[in-house]
């Protein structure tokens, strides 16, 4: 492990200093754009405007005879489109695949001072973050690039859930984590062929009773684990955790359902890779407006965070208060973005 003065020193002559602290940024919906598509090129600058985050996907289904074309594809799309508030990210092909030098190469080239996260595929431990982080060293120093690109580690390798704290605190440059449940699926042997959400049979039986037909039965959630342990891995190191694809577009409910209990254990956004999630995640990604505004009355009560009150019935103490910060910082933030949430939410 590095000592903490060298952690933060840039892995290249001339490359920018590493970032201390995340840049505050809004990012409940990651939209997946697929740049070899005219027809969606085209409707970029529209999406971009819809969304928190516009990302260029290069990778899994992206074939392989597009993926040239993918490349350039995003690259023409970052340099036309005014992003304003919306964040540009990209992600590329897999480190071992013949594609991932190119795709970092080109593209820092390109649009480097664009570019605001690279999503990283299949990461499996710490060693794939610092060849990617020293890499991005050396391209930013070749094209001066002035702010660092951010890394995003997708968790879809058993090995990768395994490695996920020393993931999390590989470099500077970490911004966060989404899981991957299509990939992490079949990495560690799991029986499903969907993409993320729950399988009916997945669940808690009741206890027989006298009539056996009618055992209640309840399916959980398959990715709670491994959701928890991407949220204390990024919480505890100041990133951000994501629920990552959902499969099954006509689904809505299951997929609102499944954004909602990421956002309850942690995380601050999710994968839309259709565009009916977008509302959907930004529904559920931004707190409800009751909760807001009791949030904001524990605050009122407590205006130096210490003691405790009783405010409709229920205890509040500091503790409850931290609870508070974290809705009504979030609803903030929401609200500066966001002008019909935040007449809701009263700011
Ligand atoms: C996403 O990349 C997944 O594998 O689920
Ligand atoms: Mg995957």
Redesign the pocket.
Known sequence: MKSPAAFYRPLAIGAPEPVRQLPLALERTIHFLPPHIEKMRAKAAKIAATVDVLLGNLE?AIPVEAKEAARAGFIEVARSVEFGQTGLWTRVNALNSPWFLDDVSEIVAAVGNKLDVIMV?KVEGPWDIHFVDQLLALLEARHEVRKPILIHA?L?TAEGVKNVDDIARASPRMHGMSL?????AASRGMKTTR??GGHPFYGVLADPGEEASRRAFYQQDLWHYTVARMVDACLSNGLRPFY??FGDFDDEAGCEAQFRNAFLQGCVGAWTLHPSQIEIAKRVFSPEVEEVKFARRILDAMPDGSGAVMIDGKMQDDATWKQAKVIVDLAGLVASKDPERAAAYGF
């Not at 991957?180 to 992490?184: K, S």
């Open positions: 899994d595929p997708i879809e991957g449940p299509a990939d992490l993409v993320g990552g694809p």
